[in-house]
């Protein structure tokens, strides 16, 4: 059998790293490499520290680098996790932003997880890009650094041969689209099972479903009627039994949804249908027009162009590429 020369992935290590932005990543190309089938593996993974010596992580795990940045060799891609320290000490040590700098002239793909940006962005590699980072720094990160255009709605973003992704799962969701680019979406697939990753998620999706965002933005009643809808999905959600439901009158009720939602009741509910339409394409083998039924939709016209304006693909391309 033909040996496939592997490729070389460097995982940045650092003091005050956020471990599950170098777990998830690290366990997704390993467990690539166990199903590609080959004599080799398809990844070599390695981690790289400033030096040699032991990092600790947020929560208090001790790691210690395979090499430090004089002695890493040469990699395919550079993954830079993140936390604490990527938005500050790391911020400020030019010795690593040369590195970086010298590094993105040989390296095909550079990846953030997180705050990882924040290092990107502070050697100076991300101006005029589109980036993303977890949503709860966005703002810092403009404030910080004007220049780089940010989408933090966004689940993962790629800008030439950098790639960024949201918050903690995020770089799972990215690392599983970089293997589907390499290997195809047959490894890619038996990689989300292997993870129990319930949905392989493209990147224009946002960093959290609606449900979890009704739990951040909405309080008391309203987290509650978000649970009341998403049980009935396929029944009539027009304002006035929404604003029945909470015991409101419809201006009032559409007054304080867009408050707490920033949107409005009928696009809000839109989403909610779309997301449990992604989930029936990917996992089962209901027809479109069914799904369409079973999620709300007038009829699967409806649901088709409604689908299209948010992920920008159809229905049945989504089910092709996020199945086997």
């Known amino acids: 059998m033909k040996r496939r020369t592997s490729r070389a992935i460097g995982l940045l290590l650092y003091d005050d790293l956020q471990p599950l932005d170098l777990a998830g990543p690290l366990d997704v190309f390993g467990s690539a490499s166990h199903h590609a089938g080959t004599a080799r593996a398809a990844y070599s993974v390695h981690t790289i520290g400033l030096s040699r010596k032991p990092v600790r992580a947020e929560n208090g795990l001790s790691l210690t680098p395979d090499f430090a940045l004089s002695s890493a060799p040469p990699l395919d891609t550079l993954i830079i996790p ?27 793909r550079i990846v953030s997880v997180c705050t990882g940006v924040f290092v990107l962005a502070s050697a100076g590699l991300m101006e005029g890009r589109r980036a993303t980072t977890h949503w709860r720094y966005a703002a810092e990160f403009r404030s910080r650094f004007p220049g780089v255009h940010l989408d933090a709605d966004q689940l993962y973003v790629q800008d030439g ?105 009928a696009r809000y509910v839109e989403r ?53």
């Open 82 to 108: 993140g936390g604490a320290g990527s938005r500050h000490a790391l911020s400020h040590d030019t010795q690593l932003h040369r590195w970086l700098r010298k590094r993105e002239q040989t390296t095909r």
């Open 272 to 324: 909610l249908r779309l997301e449990r339409a992604c989930i029936l394409l990917s996992t089962g083998s209901q027809s479109v027009t069914s799904i369409a039924a079973a999620c709300g939709f007038n009829n699967a016209d409806v649901f088709r162009r409604a689908f299209r304006s948010i992920y920008g693909t159809s229905p049945r391309e989504y089910r092709q590429r996020f199945t086997a």
């Open 161 to 265: 041969k950098f790639f960024s992704s949201g918050g903690l799962t995020a770089g799972m969701d990215l690392s599983l689209a970089l293997v589907e680019a390499d290997l195809g979406s047959g490894v890619a697939l038996a990689v989300a099972r292997d993870l129990v990753m319930y949905i392989r998620r493209p990147g224009n999706q946002a960093q959290y479903s609606e449900p979890l965002d009704a739990q951040v933005r909405g309080a008391g009643r309203f987290t509650q009627l978000v649970e009341w809808m998403l049980e009935r999905l396929r029944q009539d959600l027009g304002v006035a039994r929404l604003a029945e439901r909470v015991n409101m009158s419809p201006r009032n009720f559409q007054r304080v949804f867009r408050q707490k939602f920033l949107t409005t009741p």
